[in-house]
């Protein structure tokens, strides 16, 4: 008996449309192995249609009331947790992730999420206006860029849609977004909850592979373009939009540094960064996958981080004893397995370094010591569940090692030492510092790194006003 692959289309101008040439692309369930689906692999033509019609409808929105989008905003809210279900059914079938996780830690931050920035619509602000000449009165104008072309990635698919149409919607732009060719599924039922809430036009997701994604940056229709990704793609776009000068958003890799001082309440130290790092199979730009502990305490440290890898699980989305799921895709399992079979002589895997199973792409939980600075695994993100252990033996060679990467999205400090944490706080070049924990974030904060982990901010007022242009308006009083 033959199952029936489920179809997935694109979302242009308010209508479901294969690709124009009718080509698409197998979309795999990683925690089987197996095809499920097909999606639409967009063409020139498809690009074509989808900013035709964000353009299309731009004027209108952008000429919408704050408290217009607001409304419409709190609306996709509601409809997301009133579709829940189905949204953790599709995100999971996409990525592998346990359901009862998806449930707690990624729906309602989404929601939330999606509040806050409809709340953000009616709160731009700008200088006074003001007489800074004699006999003219200036005022400040912020308005939306325009169309923008946003990609999300493949590790969150579901919350990063949300944190490329949630502020772009809220300030009055449109929106072309397209997901990861692995992962379109929850993206499409996102297309179908918006769009029987806002005009035709406003929202559109073209699904494809790098090329569709690179025919949108270089499009010139969008005044913008954001991407989550890796820093190779993360490069191109910006190479790509210098071309028309287009506005450029990007959020990339991350190697976060986790600073153990001796005074760490080590068991408690453990099994949170043990979570952080493994969550997600430790597909998190974010994730605490590079630990930094003081010599005299790193042998108990590295043996009770071994032990917590251990008694950590992976497994099926339907297993609620599991605290991650399978790797995206066949390539991401090679990447990870490819890192520890180049370890070093020096190097020690203390728990995993292994695949999991022989059917989807399951790794187990991995601790690796013994490393050094220049090493390829420290140097690299491997994006996937290994911690990496360091000793250092002063706060100058923390700094250091912590800093002595590419990479500078996000680190954090574990010490009672409140001058220390200041002080590393202070010094640790990346864009979030997390002081005796490790991951959590709100709406209200922003979210986006230094160095090759791109620049721009997703989250918070800052992430809001990203998608917004100032307009000086001077006039005489004469």
């Known amino acids: 008996m033959t199952t029936e692959l489920r179809r997935l289309r694109n979302y242009i101008n308010g209508e479901f449309r294969d690709a124009a040439d009718g080509r698409t692309i197998d979309v795999v369930n990683p925690a089987t192995g197996e095809v499920y689906a097909t999606s639409p692999l967009s063409g020139q033509a498809d690009v074509d249609a989808a900013m035709e019609a964000a353009a299309a409808a731009f004027p209108a929105w952008r000429d919408t009331t704050p408290a217009e989008r607001q409304k419409v905003l709190l609306?996709?809210?509601?409809?997301?947790?009133?579709?829940?279900?189905?949204?953790?059914?599709?995100?999971?079938?996409?990525?592998?992730?346990?359901?009862?996780?998806?449930?707690?830690?990624?729906?309602?931050?989404m929601v939330d999420q999606i509040r806050f920035f409809a709340g953000a619509a009616r709160l731009l602000e700008g200088r006074s206006a003001g007489e800074y000449m004699e006999g003219m009165t200036s005022i400040i104008r912020r308005e939306p860029v325009g169309v923008c072309a946003q990609v999300a990635?493949?590790?969150?698919?579901?919350?990063?849609?949300?944190?490329?149409?949630?502020?772009?919607?809220?300030?009055?732009?449109?929106?072309?977004?397209?997901?990861?060719?692995?992962?379109?599924?929850?993206?499409?039922?996102?297309?179908?909850?918006?769009?029987?809430?806002?005009?035709?036009?406003?929202?559109?997701?073209?699904?494809?592979?790098?090329?569709?994604?690179?025919?949108?940056?270089?499009?010139?229709?969008p005044a913008m373009a954001s991407i989550t990704g890796s820093v190779r793609a993360g490069m191109q776009v910006a190479e790509s939009a210098a071309k028309d000068v287009k506005r450029v958003?990007?959020?990339?890799?991350?190697?976060?540094?986790?600073?153990?001082?001796?005074?760490?309440?080590?068991?408690?130290?453990?099994?949170?960064?043990?979570?952080?790092?493994?969550?997600?199979?430790?597909?998190?730009c974010t994730a605490a996958t590079r630990v930094l502990v003081h010599e005299s305490i790193h042998d108990e440290f590295v043996a009770a981080l071994a032990k917590a890898a251990a008694d950590t699980k992976t497994g099926l989305p339907d297993d609620e004893d599991v605290l991650y799921g399978p790797l995206n895709n066949a390539n991401q399992l090679k990447q990870v397995a490819g890192f520890i079979d180049r370890l070093p002589a020096h190097a020690k895997v203390?728990?995993?370094?292994?695949?999991?199973?022989?059917?989807?792409?399951?790794?187990?939980?991995?601790?690796?010591?013994?490393?050094?600075?220049?090493?390829?695994?420290?140097?690299?993100?491997?994006f996937g569940p290994v911690i990496t252990v360091q000793s250092f033996r002063d706060e100058e060679q923390a700094l250091a090692y912590a800093n002595g990467v590419e990479y500078a999205l996000a680190s954090s400090v574990w010490t009672k030492d409140h001058a220390r944490a200041m002080r590393m706080s202070k010094a640790l070049d990346f864009g979030c510092v997390w002081i005796n924990t490790h991951i959590p974030l709100v709406a209200e904060m922003p979210h986006g790194g230094f160095?090759?982990?791109?620049?721009?901010?997703?989250?918070?007022?800052y992430g809001f006003e990203d998608y917004t242009r100032i307009k000086h308006v001077m006039t005489s009083l004469g």
């Not at 346990?98 to 309602?108: G, I, K, Q, S």
């Not at 976060?256 to 997600?280: L, M, Q, R, Y």
């Not at 160095?451 to 007022?461: E, F, I, Q, T, V």
Request: hydrophobic share 40%; proline share 7%.
């Open 249 to 284: 958003h990007l959020e990339l890799g991350g190697k976060a540094p986790v600073v153990v001082f001796e005074d760490t309440d080590i068991a408690k130290a453990v099994e949170d960064i043990s979570v952080a790092g493994f969550f997600n199979a430790g597909q998190d």
């Open 451 to 461: 160095k090759k982990s791109g620049y721009g901010k997703d989250l918070s007022a």
């Open 75 to 109: 609306k996709i809210a509601d409809a997301f947790e009133e579709r829940a279900e189905d949204l953790i059914a599709a995100e999971s079938e996409n990525t592998g992730k346990p359901l009862a996780l998806t449930r707690t830690e990624e729906v309602p931050p």
């Open 350 to 382: 203390e728990a995993g370094g292994h695949q999991v199973g022989d059917k989807g792409y399951f790794y187990a939980p991995t601790v690796v010591s013994g490393l050094q600075q220049d090493d390829e695994i420290i140097q690299n993100e491997v």
């Open 153 to 221: 990635p493949w590790n969150y698919p579901m919350m990063m849609a949300v944190w490329k149409f949630a502020p772009a919607l809220a300030a009055g732009n449109t929106v072309v977004l397209k997901p990861s060719d692995t992962t379109p599924a929850s993206t499409v039922l996102i297309a179908e909850i918006i769009g029987s809430i806002v005009p035709k036009g406003v929202f559109n997701v073209i699904c494809g592979d790098r090329e569709t994604g690179r025919a949108m940056v270089e499009h010139p229709t």
